[in-house]
């Protein structure tokens, strides 16, 4: 065993296409192995986080769900980009209008909406509607300085009846036709992954990612200066 | 007038927000004076091409509202991406899926869409749904070598109600989502230009193009060597 994998101390682990594949009935299925490999992970006694990007629901509805699915995991251990969000909102006195898939918007309870003076893009699915991609066109393209905030910058995602076009396709869609820079919250943002060892309470180099996607899960850890491993499963082609 | 002006013998004319505002009941409203600008240019016994990317309609459709409008427009008259994207599906045996407004469609009637080895995006409005883009991303992703013809790159356009997203912000979702470029047919591809001006029998030298859209009508034209004026109605902002 290499010496730096003798020091590992805490991993982070993407959900969706690492542990289970999302959609259809039940909100998805395991992949083989992985409810057992979690139990393994925290019997270790090594520390862990679960460091997703969706955004298709609260992370109770989140947890519950994999909880349903046979995963030991609490909401305390997710690390998601909704409530990333709304710091950086309150922060900055942003007021969002919210183009959202409807069961993440109780993450943004607390948060003041009237007269939106930015715009939060999540992976909306069926929201992603031409009326409301035009809306919130209208709403950047009208701001003096359009703001708009994504919460991921996922290209897309695998759900059990096929890949699906995630969070980032649409926001390339209103940057180009806005001509601005969306701010992404999420992987594969440092600040995203910092906050996640944080809250482990582990250094980089004492850390590794584990995911499916090359940019976002790999890209971005190994920017952060930790390790990172993919997988061949999720949208892995 | 300066010797340039002298020289002109033909002129191209963007149609939606330089002769008219789409949308709505009877399809769009004239843009003041710009009937009668039609009438003038016809009888100064200047060339005169339609030289639009709107995608919305077949030429006939188009060329029928235009009319019913009150200008003296003829199909032959109009230059437009569907017809050339044709030959060029055509030429490179290409068999396209359509992402484009229902009522385009019958412009690809003669073009074979079984087995498809590529995808065609239009202005396809309220056929960007959610379903359809996803639709469009799998048959792109799944092909050995993506090709994506796009029908403009338009950022937006104004109709009566609104601004609206317009095929290029759809056409960067694509590209992004496949991590590939588009092929644009439609302004401001080179090609386009050189075959209005063809169809006139006019050099660049003397032929001035006139827009609503920096990019598309002026950027394009002047890339062709062609002058170009920018007009204030339509989405100039």
Redesign the interface.
Known sequence: MAAWARAVRGLLLDVSGVLYDSGGEGGGVPIAGSVEAVRRIKASGLKLRFCTNETQATREQFVKKLQGLGFDISVAEVTAPAPAACRILKERNLRPHLLVHNDLVPEFAEIDKTNPNCVVIGDA??????AN??EA??LL?GMEKPVLISLGRG??YKETD?????V???M????????IQAEVVGKPAKMFFESALAEMGVPPQQAIMIGDDIVNDVGGAQRCGMRALQVRTGKYR
């Open positions: 699915a069926e929201n992603f509607s031409y991609l035009n066109f209208r393209i290209r897309y096929g890949l699906k076009l995630d980032g396709a649409y390339k869609a209103l940057e180009y036709a806005c001509d």
